[in-house]
């Protein structure tokens, strides 16, 4: 789009929408939606300038505690300062807040240099040299979640999985949540309850790989905002009881060609090289699609969730399943948990995929029956440790992110590791306080 045109729709949506307040946002580390809120005259009077903002988003932990040695944003180099640059393609009003738009950004160094370990600019990346190939990605995003009650209680009982009775039943806030993303401009496919008391998915329409991971992330912030409003809560946290279902998220994807044909149905050997690669780099990139120690605890056998790597027809006992036919032909990858970023989750399954265009990897064997007690396969990483260890080591991880970001996001996984490591819980006390 013409530039100076797109400002001028800017201006236009502004002033026609009486719109007084403008919040920037971009992903952080964590995949938290933060930023600023500018009113919408001074946004009018800099549309091109942005605005400043510290860069530790992009190192500190998921309750913002700063802890990073990186050149990029250490102490020791200053802590210094990134420019917010809207992404005014992105832009729209938030329907529950009338008068307030949001708009994400891509984030710059204060000499114009975009910055290449942000989030969106991984994804963008891997986007860029996917293209070279020839093929565009599409994605649908699957994200499971709990609404809570106001003492953090299961919303409702029971494994109620689509049960159109509780949606009936919670109609008020569902209603809140399909609507009102809808109006965000976030296409949704569908919203059910889930496996787990109070448990609910959200099913994102399929899109361009981008567009679906703006709106996954934008989604999420969202749903938890809605909720707060109505006095409850959302959570994505990826296991919360031990006895009750995890909450995962299941991308799904395909690629495409320049005639806008879906390449997996279109071309076999392009498909199998896919799934191969996909497959390859599950192991080393689970730490980006499981980020948190909590992440690794719905990762049972027996559970919908993975604990294997292989790939099998409409088979949800493994980490990769094969659906669809014609234009519909995807493969689902099910090893993310609700708590991913979903710029790196949806990087890490392109970049994996694309590794086997590359190197035009082998055909992998097509999994039948239950995967969970299949011992030729391999095992998925069961904590944040084991999955730290193989990211440390990955030459992909370089290879397709850059060191940069490596680092950066290795020395996040250590610190969550650390942090879980020296923290006493409840079940100690219970265990431990009288018996010893």
Not at 209 to 214: F, G, I, Q, S, V
Not at 266 to 275: N, V
Not at 408 to 433: A, K, N, P, Q
Request: proline residues 3%; negative net charge.
């Amino acid at each position: 789009m013409d530039t100076s045109y797109e400002l001028e729709q800017v201006k236009k949506i502004i002033l026609e929408r009486n719109i007084h307040s403008v919040e920037i946002g971009f992903a952080d580390i964590n995949g938290n939606i933060i930023g600023k809120r500018l009113p919408a005259r001074f946004l009018l009077e800099h549309l091109t300038a942005g605005t400043g903002l510290c860069r530790a988003p992009l190192t500190w932990d998921i309750q913002s505690e700063y802890f990073s040695t990186s050149h990029f944003a250490g102490f020791e180099y200053g802590a210094s300062d990134m420019i917010l640059k809207p992404d005014y393609s992105t832009l729209r009003e938030i329907p529950w807040r009338k008068g307030t738009a949001f708009v994400l950004a891509d984030l710059d160094t204060d000499t114009g240099q975009r910055i290449q370990v942000a989030p969106r600019q991984i994804l963008k990346n891997v986007l860029a040299r996917l293209e070279k190939t020839g093929y565009t990605a599409k994605v649908g995003s699957e994200v499971e979640f709990y609404l809570l009650d106001g003492n953090k209680k299961p919303l409702f009982g029971g494994k109620e999985t689509y049960s159109i009775g509780k949606i009936s039943q919670h109609s008020d806030i569902i209603e809140q949540i399909q609507r009102n993303l809808e109006a965000f401009q976030i296409p949704i496919e569908a919203v059910h309850t889930e496996y787990g008391p109070g448990q609910m998915e959200v099913i994102l329409e399929f899109s361009d790989a981008l567009t679906n991971a703006d709106n996954t992330v934008i989604a999420r912030n969202a749903i938890k905002e809605i909720a707060r409003k109505n006095g409850i809560y959302a959570t994505f946290m990826a296991r919360l009881w031990n006895t009750e279902s995890g909450s995962g998220y299941h991308l799904h994807q395909s690629l495409w060609t320049k005639e806008n044909k879906n390449a997996f149905a279109e071309d076999k050997t392009i498909f199998e090289r896919y799934i191969a690669g996909l497959l390859d780099g599950t192991r080393e990139f689970m730490a980006l699609c499981c980020p948190t120690v909590n992440s690794y605890k719905r990762l049972t056998d027996m559970s919908f969730a993975p604990t294997r790597v292989g790939i099998g027809y409409d088979n949800r006992t493994v980490s990769a399943r094969i659906v669809g036919h014609g234009n519909s032909m995807r493969v689902e990858q099910r090893t993310g948990a609700a708590d991913a970023n979903a710029y790196f989750l949806i990087a890490a399954a392109l970049a994996s995929g694309l590794y086997g265009l590359e190197q035009n990897l082998s055909v992998p064997n097509i999994i039948k029956g239950n995967g969970y007690f299949n011992e030729t396969l391999p095992s998925i990483p069961r904590t944040l440790k084991d999955a730290a260890v193989l990211f440390d080591q990955s030459e992909k991880a370089v290879e397709y992110f850059g060191k940069e970001f490596v680092e950066i996001f290795s020395e996040l996984i250590h610190f969550d590791i650390s942090v879980h490591e020296t923290t006493v819980t409840d079940w100690e006390r219970e265990r431990y306080l009288e018996n010893s």
